[in-house]
């Protein structure tokens, strides 16, 4: 599992926002992505999912012994390969209940065609099975009903692209929205998917603490370019990150 | 009694209209105003096919469907990846080169003197006019009960999805570009079907039946009813067509100088309706229906009482 992005930038007119020679994310399980705002990381996550159009530059996903390059897909192909993401802005389906909005996550293209029409059952009891399992461990106000408020989105969000099964999920600031024991209780979920092996994480965050308990490995991304990467001690200790970020 | 059946006729047109209307506004969220256009090729499809090219009507209805859905698709593939206003536009802008091209090109449509004579199959018997009602029942049922499969199925859960948030179901993995544009293609080639069943009601053609106001017709029954619901399109139109067009201009006793007022009178009866509708009940009268799904029911205590088998 290897995404790696070459010489890619993205520049709106003349305002350069990403311009990165080459960065690899997916060589550990959990990684983090750090950097002040403006720095680029959304925009670095929009152009890796394939919402956003780079200006230049190639980016290729290897799973296992494929090499899938990326420019030339939509962003529904790049999620059916494996590579989906979490946003920042809260958003959602608002006519689709919490289990309908997971449902619809879980079921694969191919069983949404013309013949689900006349298929008797909706749902299998596997994606069924799926979608209780996440709905009981979280604590949302009506399970059966929508989300209500900003953390419920955000959180079914998140369940939303666990419950897809990617390969490499990336994690647009998961916190932001988020109650504190809820966001330690899906990083925790995260962390057990990761060490299983069934996928691996991308972390975009600016809360750090977290960055340095949950990941293996941390870049740092300033000014649309990749400064820095390392472990995150390394991280915490070097001087440019510290002047350019941390306000030391 | 052959008016009575001419106007019920009629009137399941529009029902079937409306209702692909429901799938195409409110499943996907498509906004096509050019409804009259795909309707009108079924309509001069299906009547030059048969008056011109001797095609049988039966044969001529589903090639001009087909036409329709061919049309709808490369309209889809053009357009339907732009925002609303640009849909709408395009689409009303279809409809438009459609009745103008029905005008211009004489040899085939006979421009503004008309096309006919277009009978209705088993001409030869006495309730042919009946039997072609049955008929037009009969697909009008098909489709209300296929948009009811529709929005129970996982096909309609994506279809809402993609209404609600398209760029968060592509990230998904839906394909919804092609999602709705196969969705539009062939609910548009259903409008051409109805069609090409109108050409022997009206059994006479001319360009003035492709008017926009099939059109809003339709976009006003569908809203009345409840665009989001899947019987709004039967109940939209029988308060809009059937009570005025049916029940007022067939039935009540309206003196013959106030008669000729008849048709404005409705249209400003629309207009009221329709805004106090928008006011009060912004879903339409009906509102909106949830899918009616068995599993979900059943899985949860059966999770539950798994989970405590294991843990004792």
């Not at chain 1, 390394?234 to 001087?239: F, I, Q």
């Not at chain 2, 996982?154 to 279809?159: F, I, V």
């Not at chain 2, 009060?280 to 009906?286: A, D």
Request: with cysteine.
């Amino acid at each position: 599992m290897r995404l790696e992005a070459n010489n890619l930038t993205k520049a709106y007119h003349t305002q350069e926002v990403v311009n990165i020679e080459k960065v690899t994310f997916g060589s550990a399980g959990l990684e983090g992505l750090i950097g002040p705002n403006g720095a680029g990381k959304s925009t670095l996550m929009g152009l890796l999912t394939r919402r956003i159009t780079p200006s230049s530059g190639t980016m290729k996903l290897h799973i296992e012994d494929k090499t899938h390059p990326l420019n030339p897909f939509h962003s529904h192909q790049v999620a059916r390969i494996g590579l989906i993401k979490t946003n920042q802005r809260i958003q959602g389906f608002d006519s689709l209940t919490i289990r309908d909005s997971l449902r619809l996550a879980a079921t694969p293209a191919r069983a949404e065609g013309f013949k689900s029409l006349f298929s008797g059952q909706r749902d299998s009891e596997e994606v069924e099975e799926k979608v209780a399992r996440l709905v009981e461990a979280f604590p949302f106000a009506d399970r059966n009903g929508y989300a209500m408020s900003g953390g419920e989105k955000k959180l079914l969000d998140i369940l939303r692209c666990l419950i897809a099964e990617p390969k490499l999920l990336l994690m647009d600031e998961p916190t932001a929205g988020l109650p504190e024991d809820i966001t330690r209780s899906v990083m925790d979920m995260v962390r057990e998917k990761v060490q299983a092996g069934a996928m691996r994480v991308v972390v975009v965050e600016h809360d750090l603490p977290l960055i340095w308990e949950y990941c293996e490995y941390v870049h740092f991304l300033s000014e649309g370019s990749i400064l820095f990467e390392g472990a995150p001690e390394e991280v915490k200790a070097n001087r440019v990150v510290a002047e350019k970020y941390m306000g030391v | 009694m052959d008016y009575l059946i001419f106007s019920v006729s009629l009137m399941l047109v529009y029902i079937g209209l409306a209702q692909l209307l429901h799938i195409q506004f409110g499943l996907a969220g498509i906004p096509n105003f050019g409804v009259v256009g795909f309707w009108g090729i079924g309509l001069y499809g299906t009547g030059v096919l048969y008056v011109k090219a001797g095609v049988p009507l039966l044969p001529a209805m589903a090639m001009a469907s087909l036409l329709a859905t061919a049309l709808a698709y490369v309209l889809a593939r053009l357009v339907l990846q732009r925002n609303g206003q640009a849909i709408l536009a395009a689409t009303l802008a279809f409809a438009t080169i459609v009745s103008t091209l029905v005008v211009s090109e004489k040899d085939l449509t006979g421009g503004v003197q008309g096309l006919g004579t277009i009978r209705f199959p088993f001409s030869d018997l006495e309730q042919r006019n009946l039997i072609f009602m049955i008929m037009l029942l009969i697909v009008v049922c098909a489709l209300i009960w296929i948009s009811a499969k529709l929005r129970d199925s996982r096909l309609g859960r994506q279809l809402v999805a993609i209404r609600d948030n398209e760029e968060l179901a592509a990230s998904l993995g839906k394909n919804t570009a092609a999602t709705k544009r196969w969705v539009f293609a062939i609910t548009c080639g259903l409008m051409g079907l109805l069609g090409g069943m109108s050409a022997p009601l009206h059994q006479f053609l001319v360009p003035y039946q492709l008017s926009p106001s099939l059109t809003f017709a339709v976009w006003i029954a569908l809203v009345l009813g409840g665009k989001g619901h899947n019987l709004g399109a039967i109940v939209g139109v029988f308060v809009t067509f059937g009570l005025f067009d049916i029940l007022i201009e067939t039935y009540a006793p309206v003196p013959a100088e106030q008669a000729i007022l008849l048709p404005n009178f409705k249209l400003f009866c629309y207009g009221v309706l329709l805004v106090m509708i928008i006011m009060f009940r912004p879903l339409g009268i009906l509102g909106v229906d949830k899918p009616k799904v068995r599993s979900s029911t059943t899985t949860p205590p059966r999770e539950l009482s798994n989970a405590s088998v294991e843990k004792g």
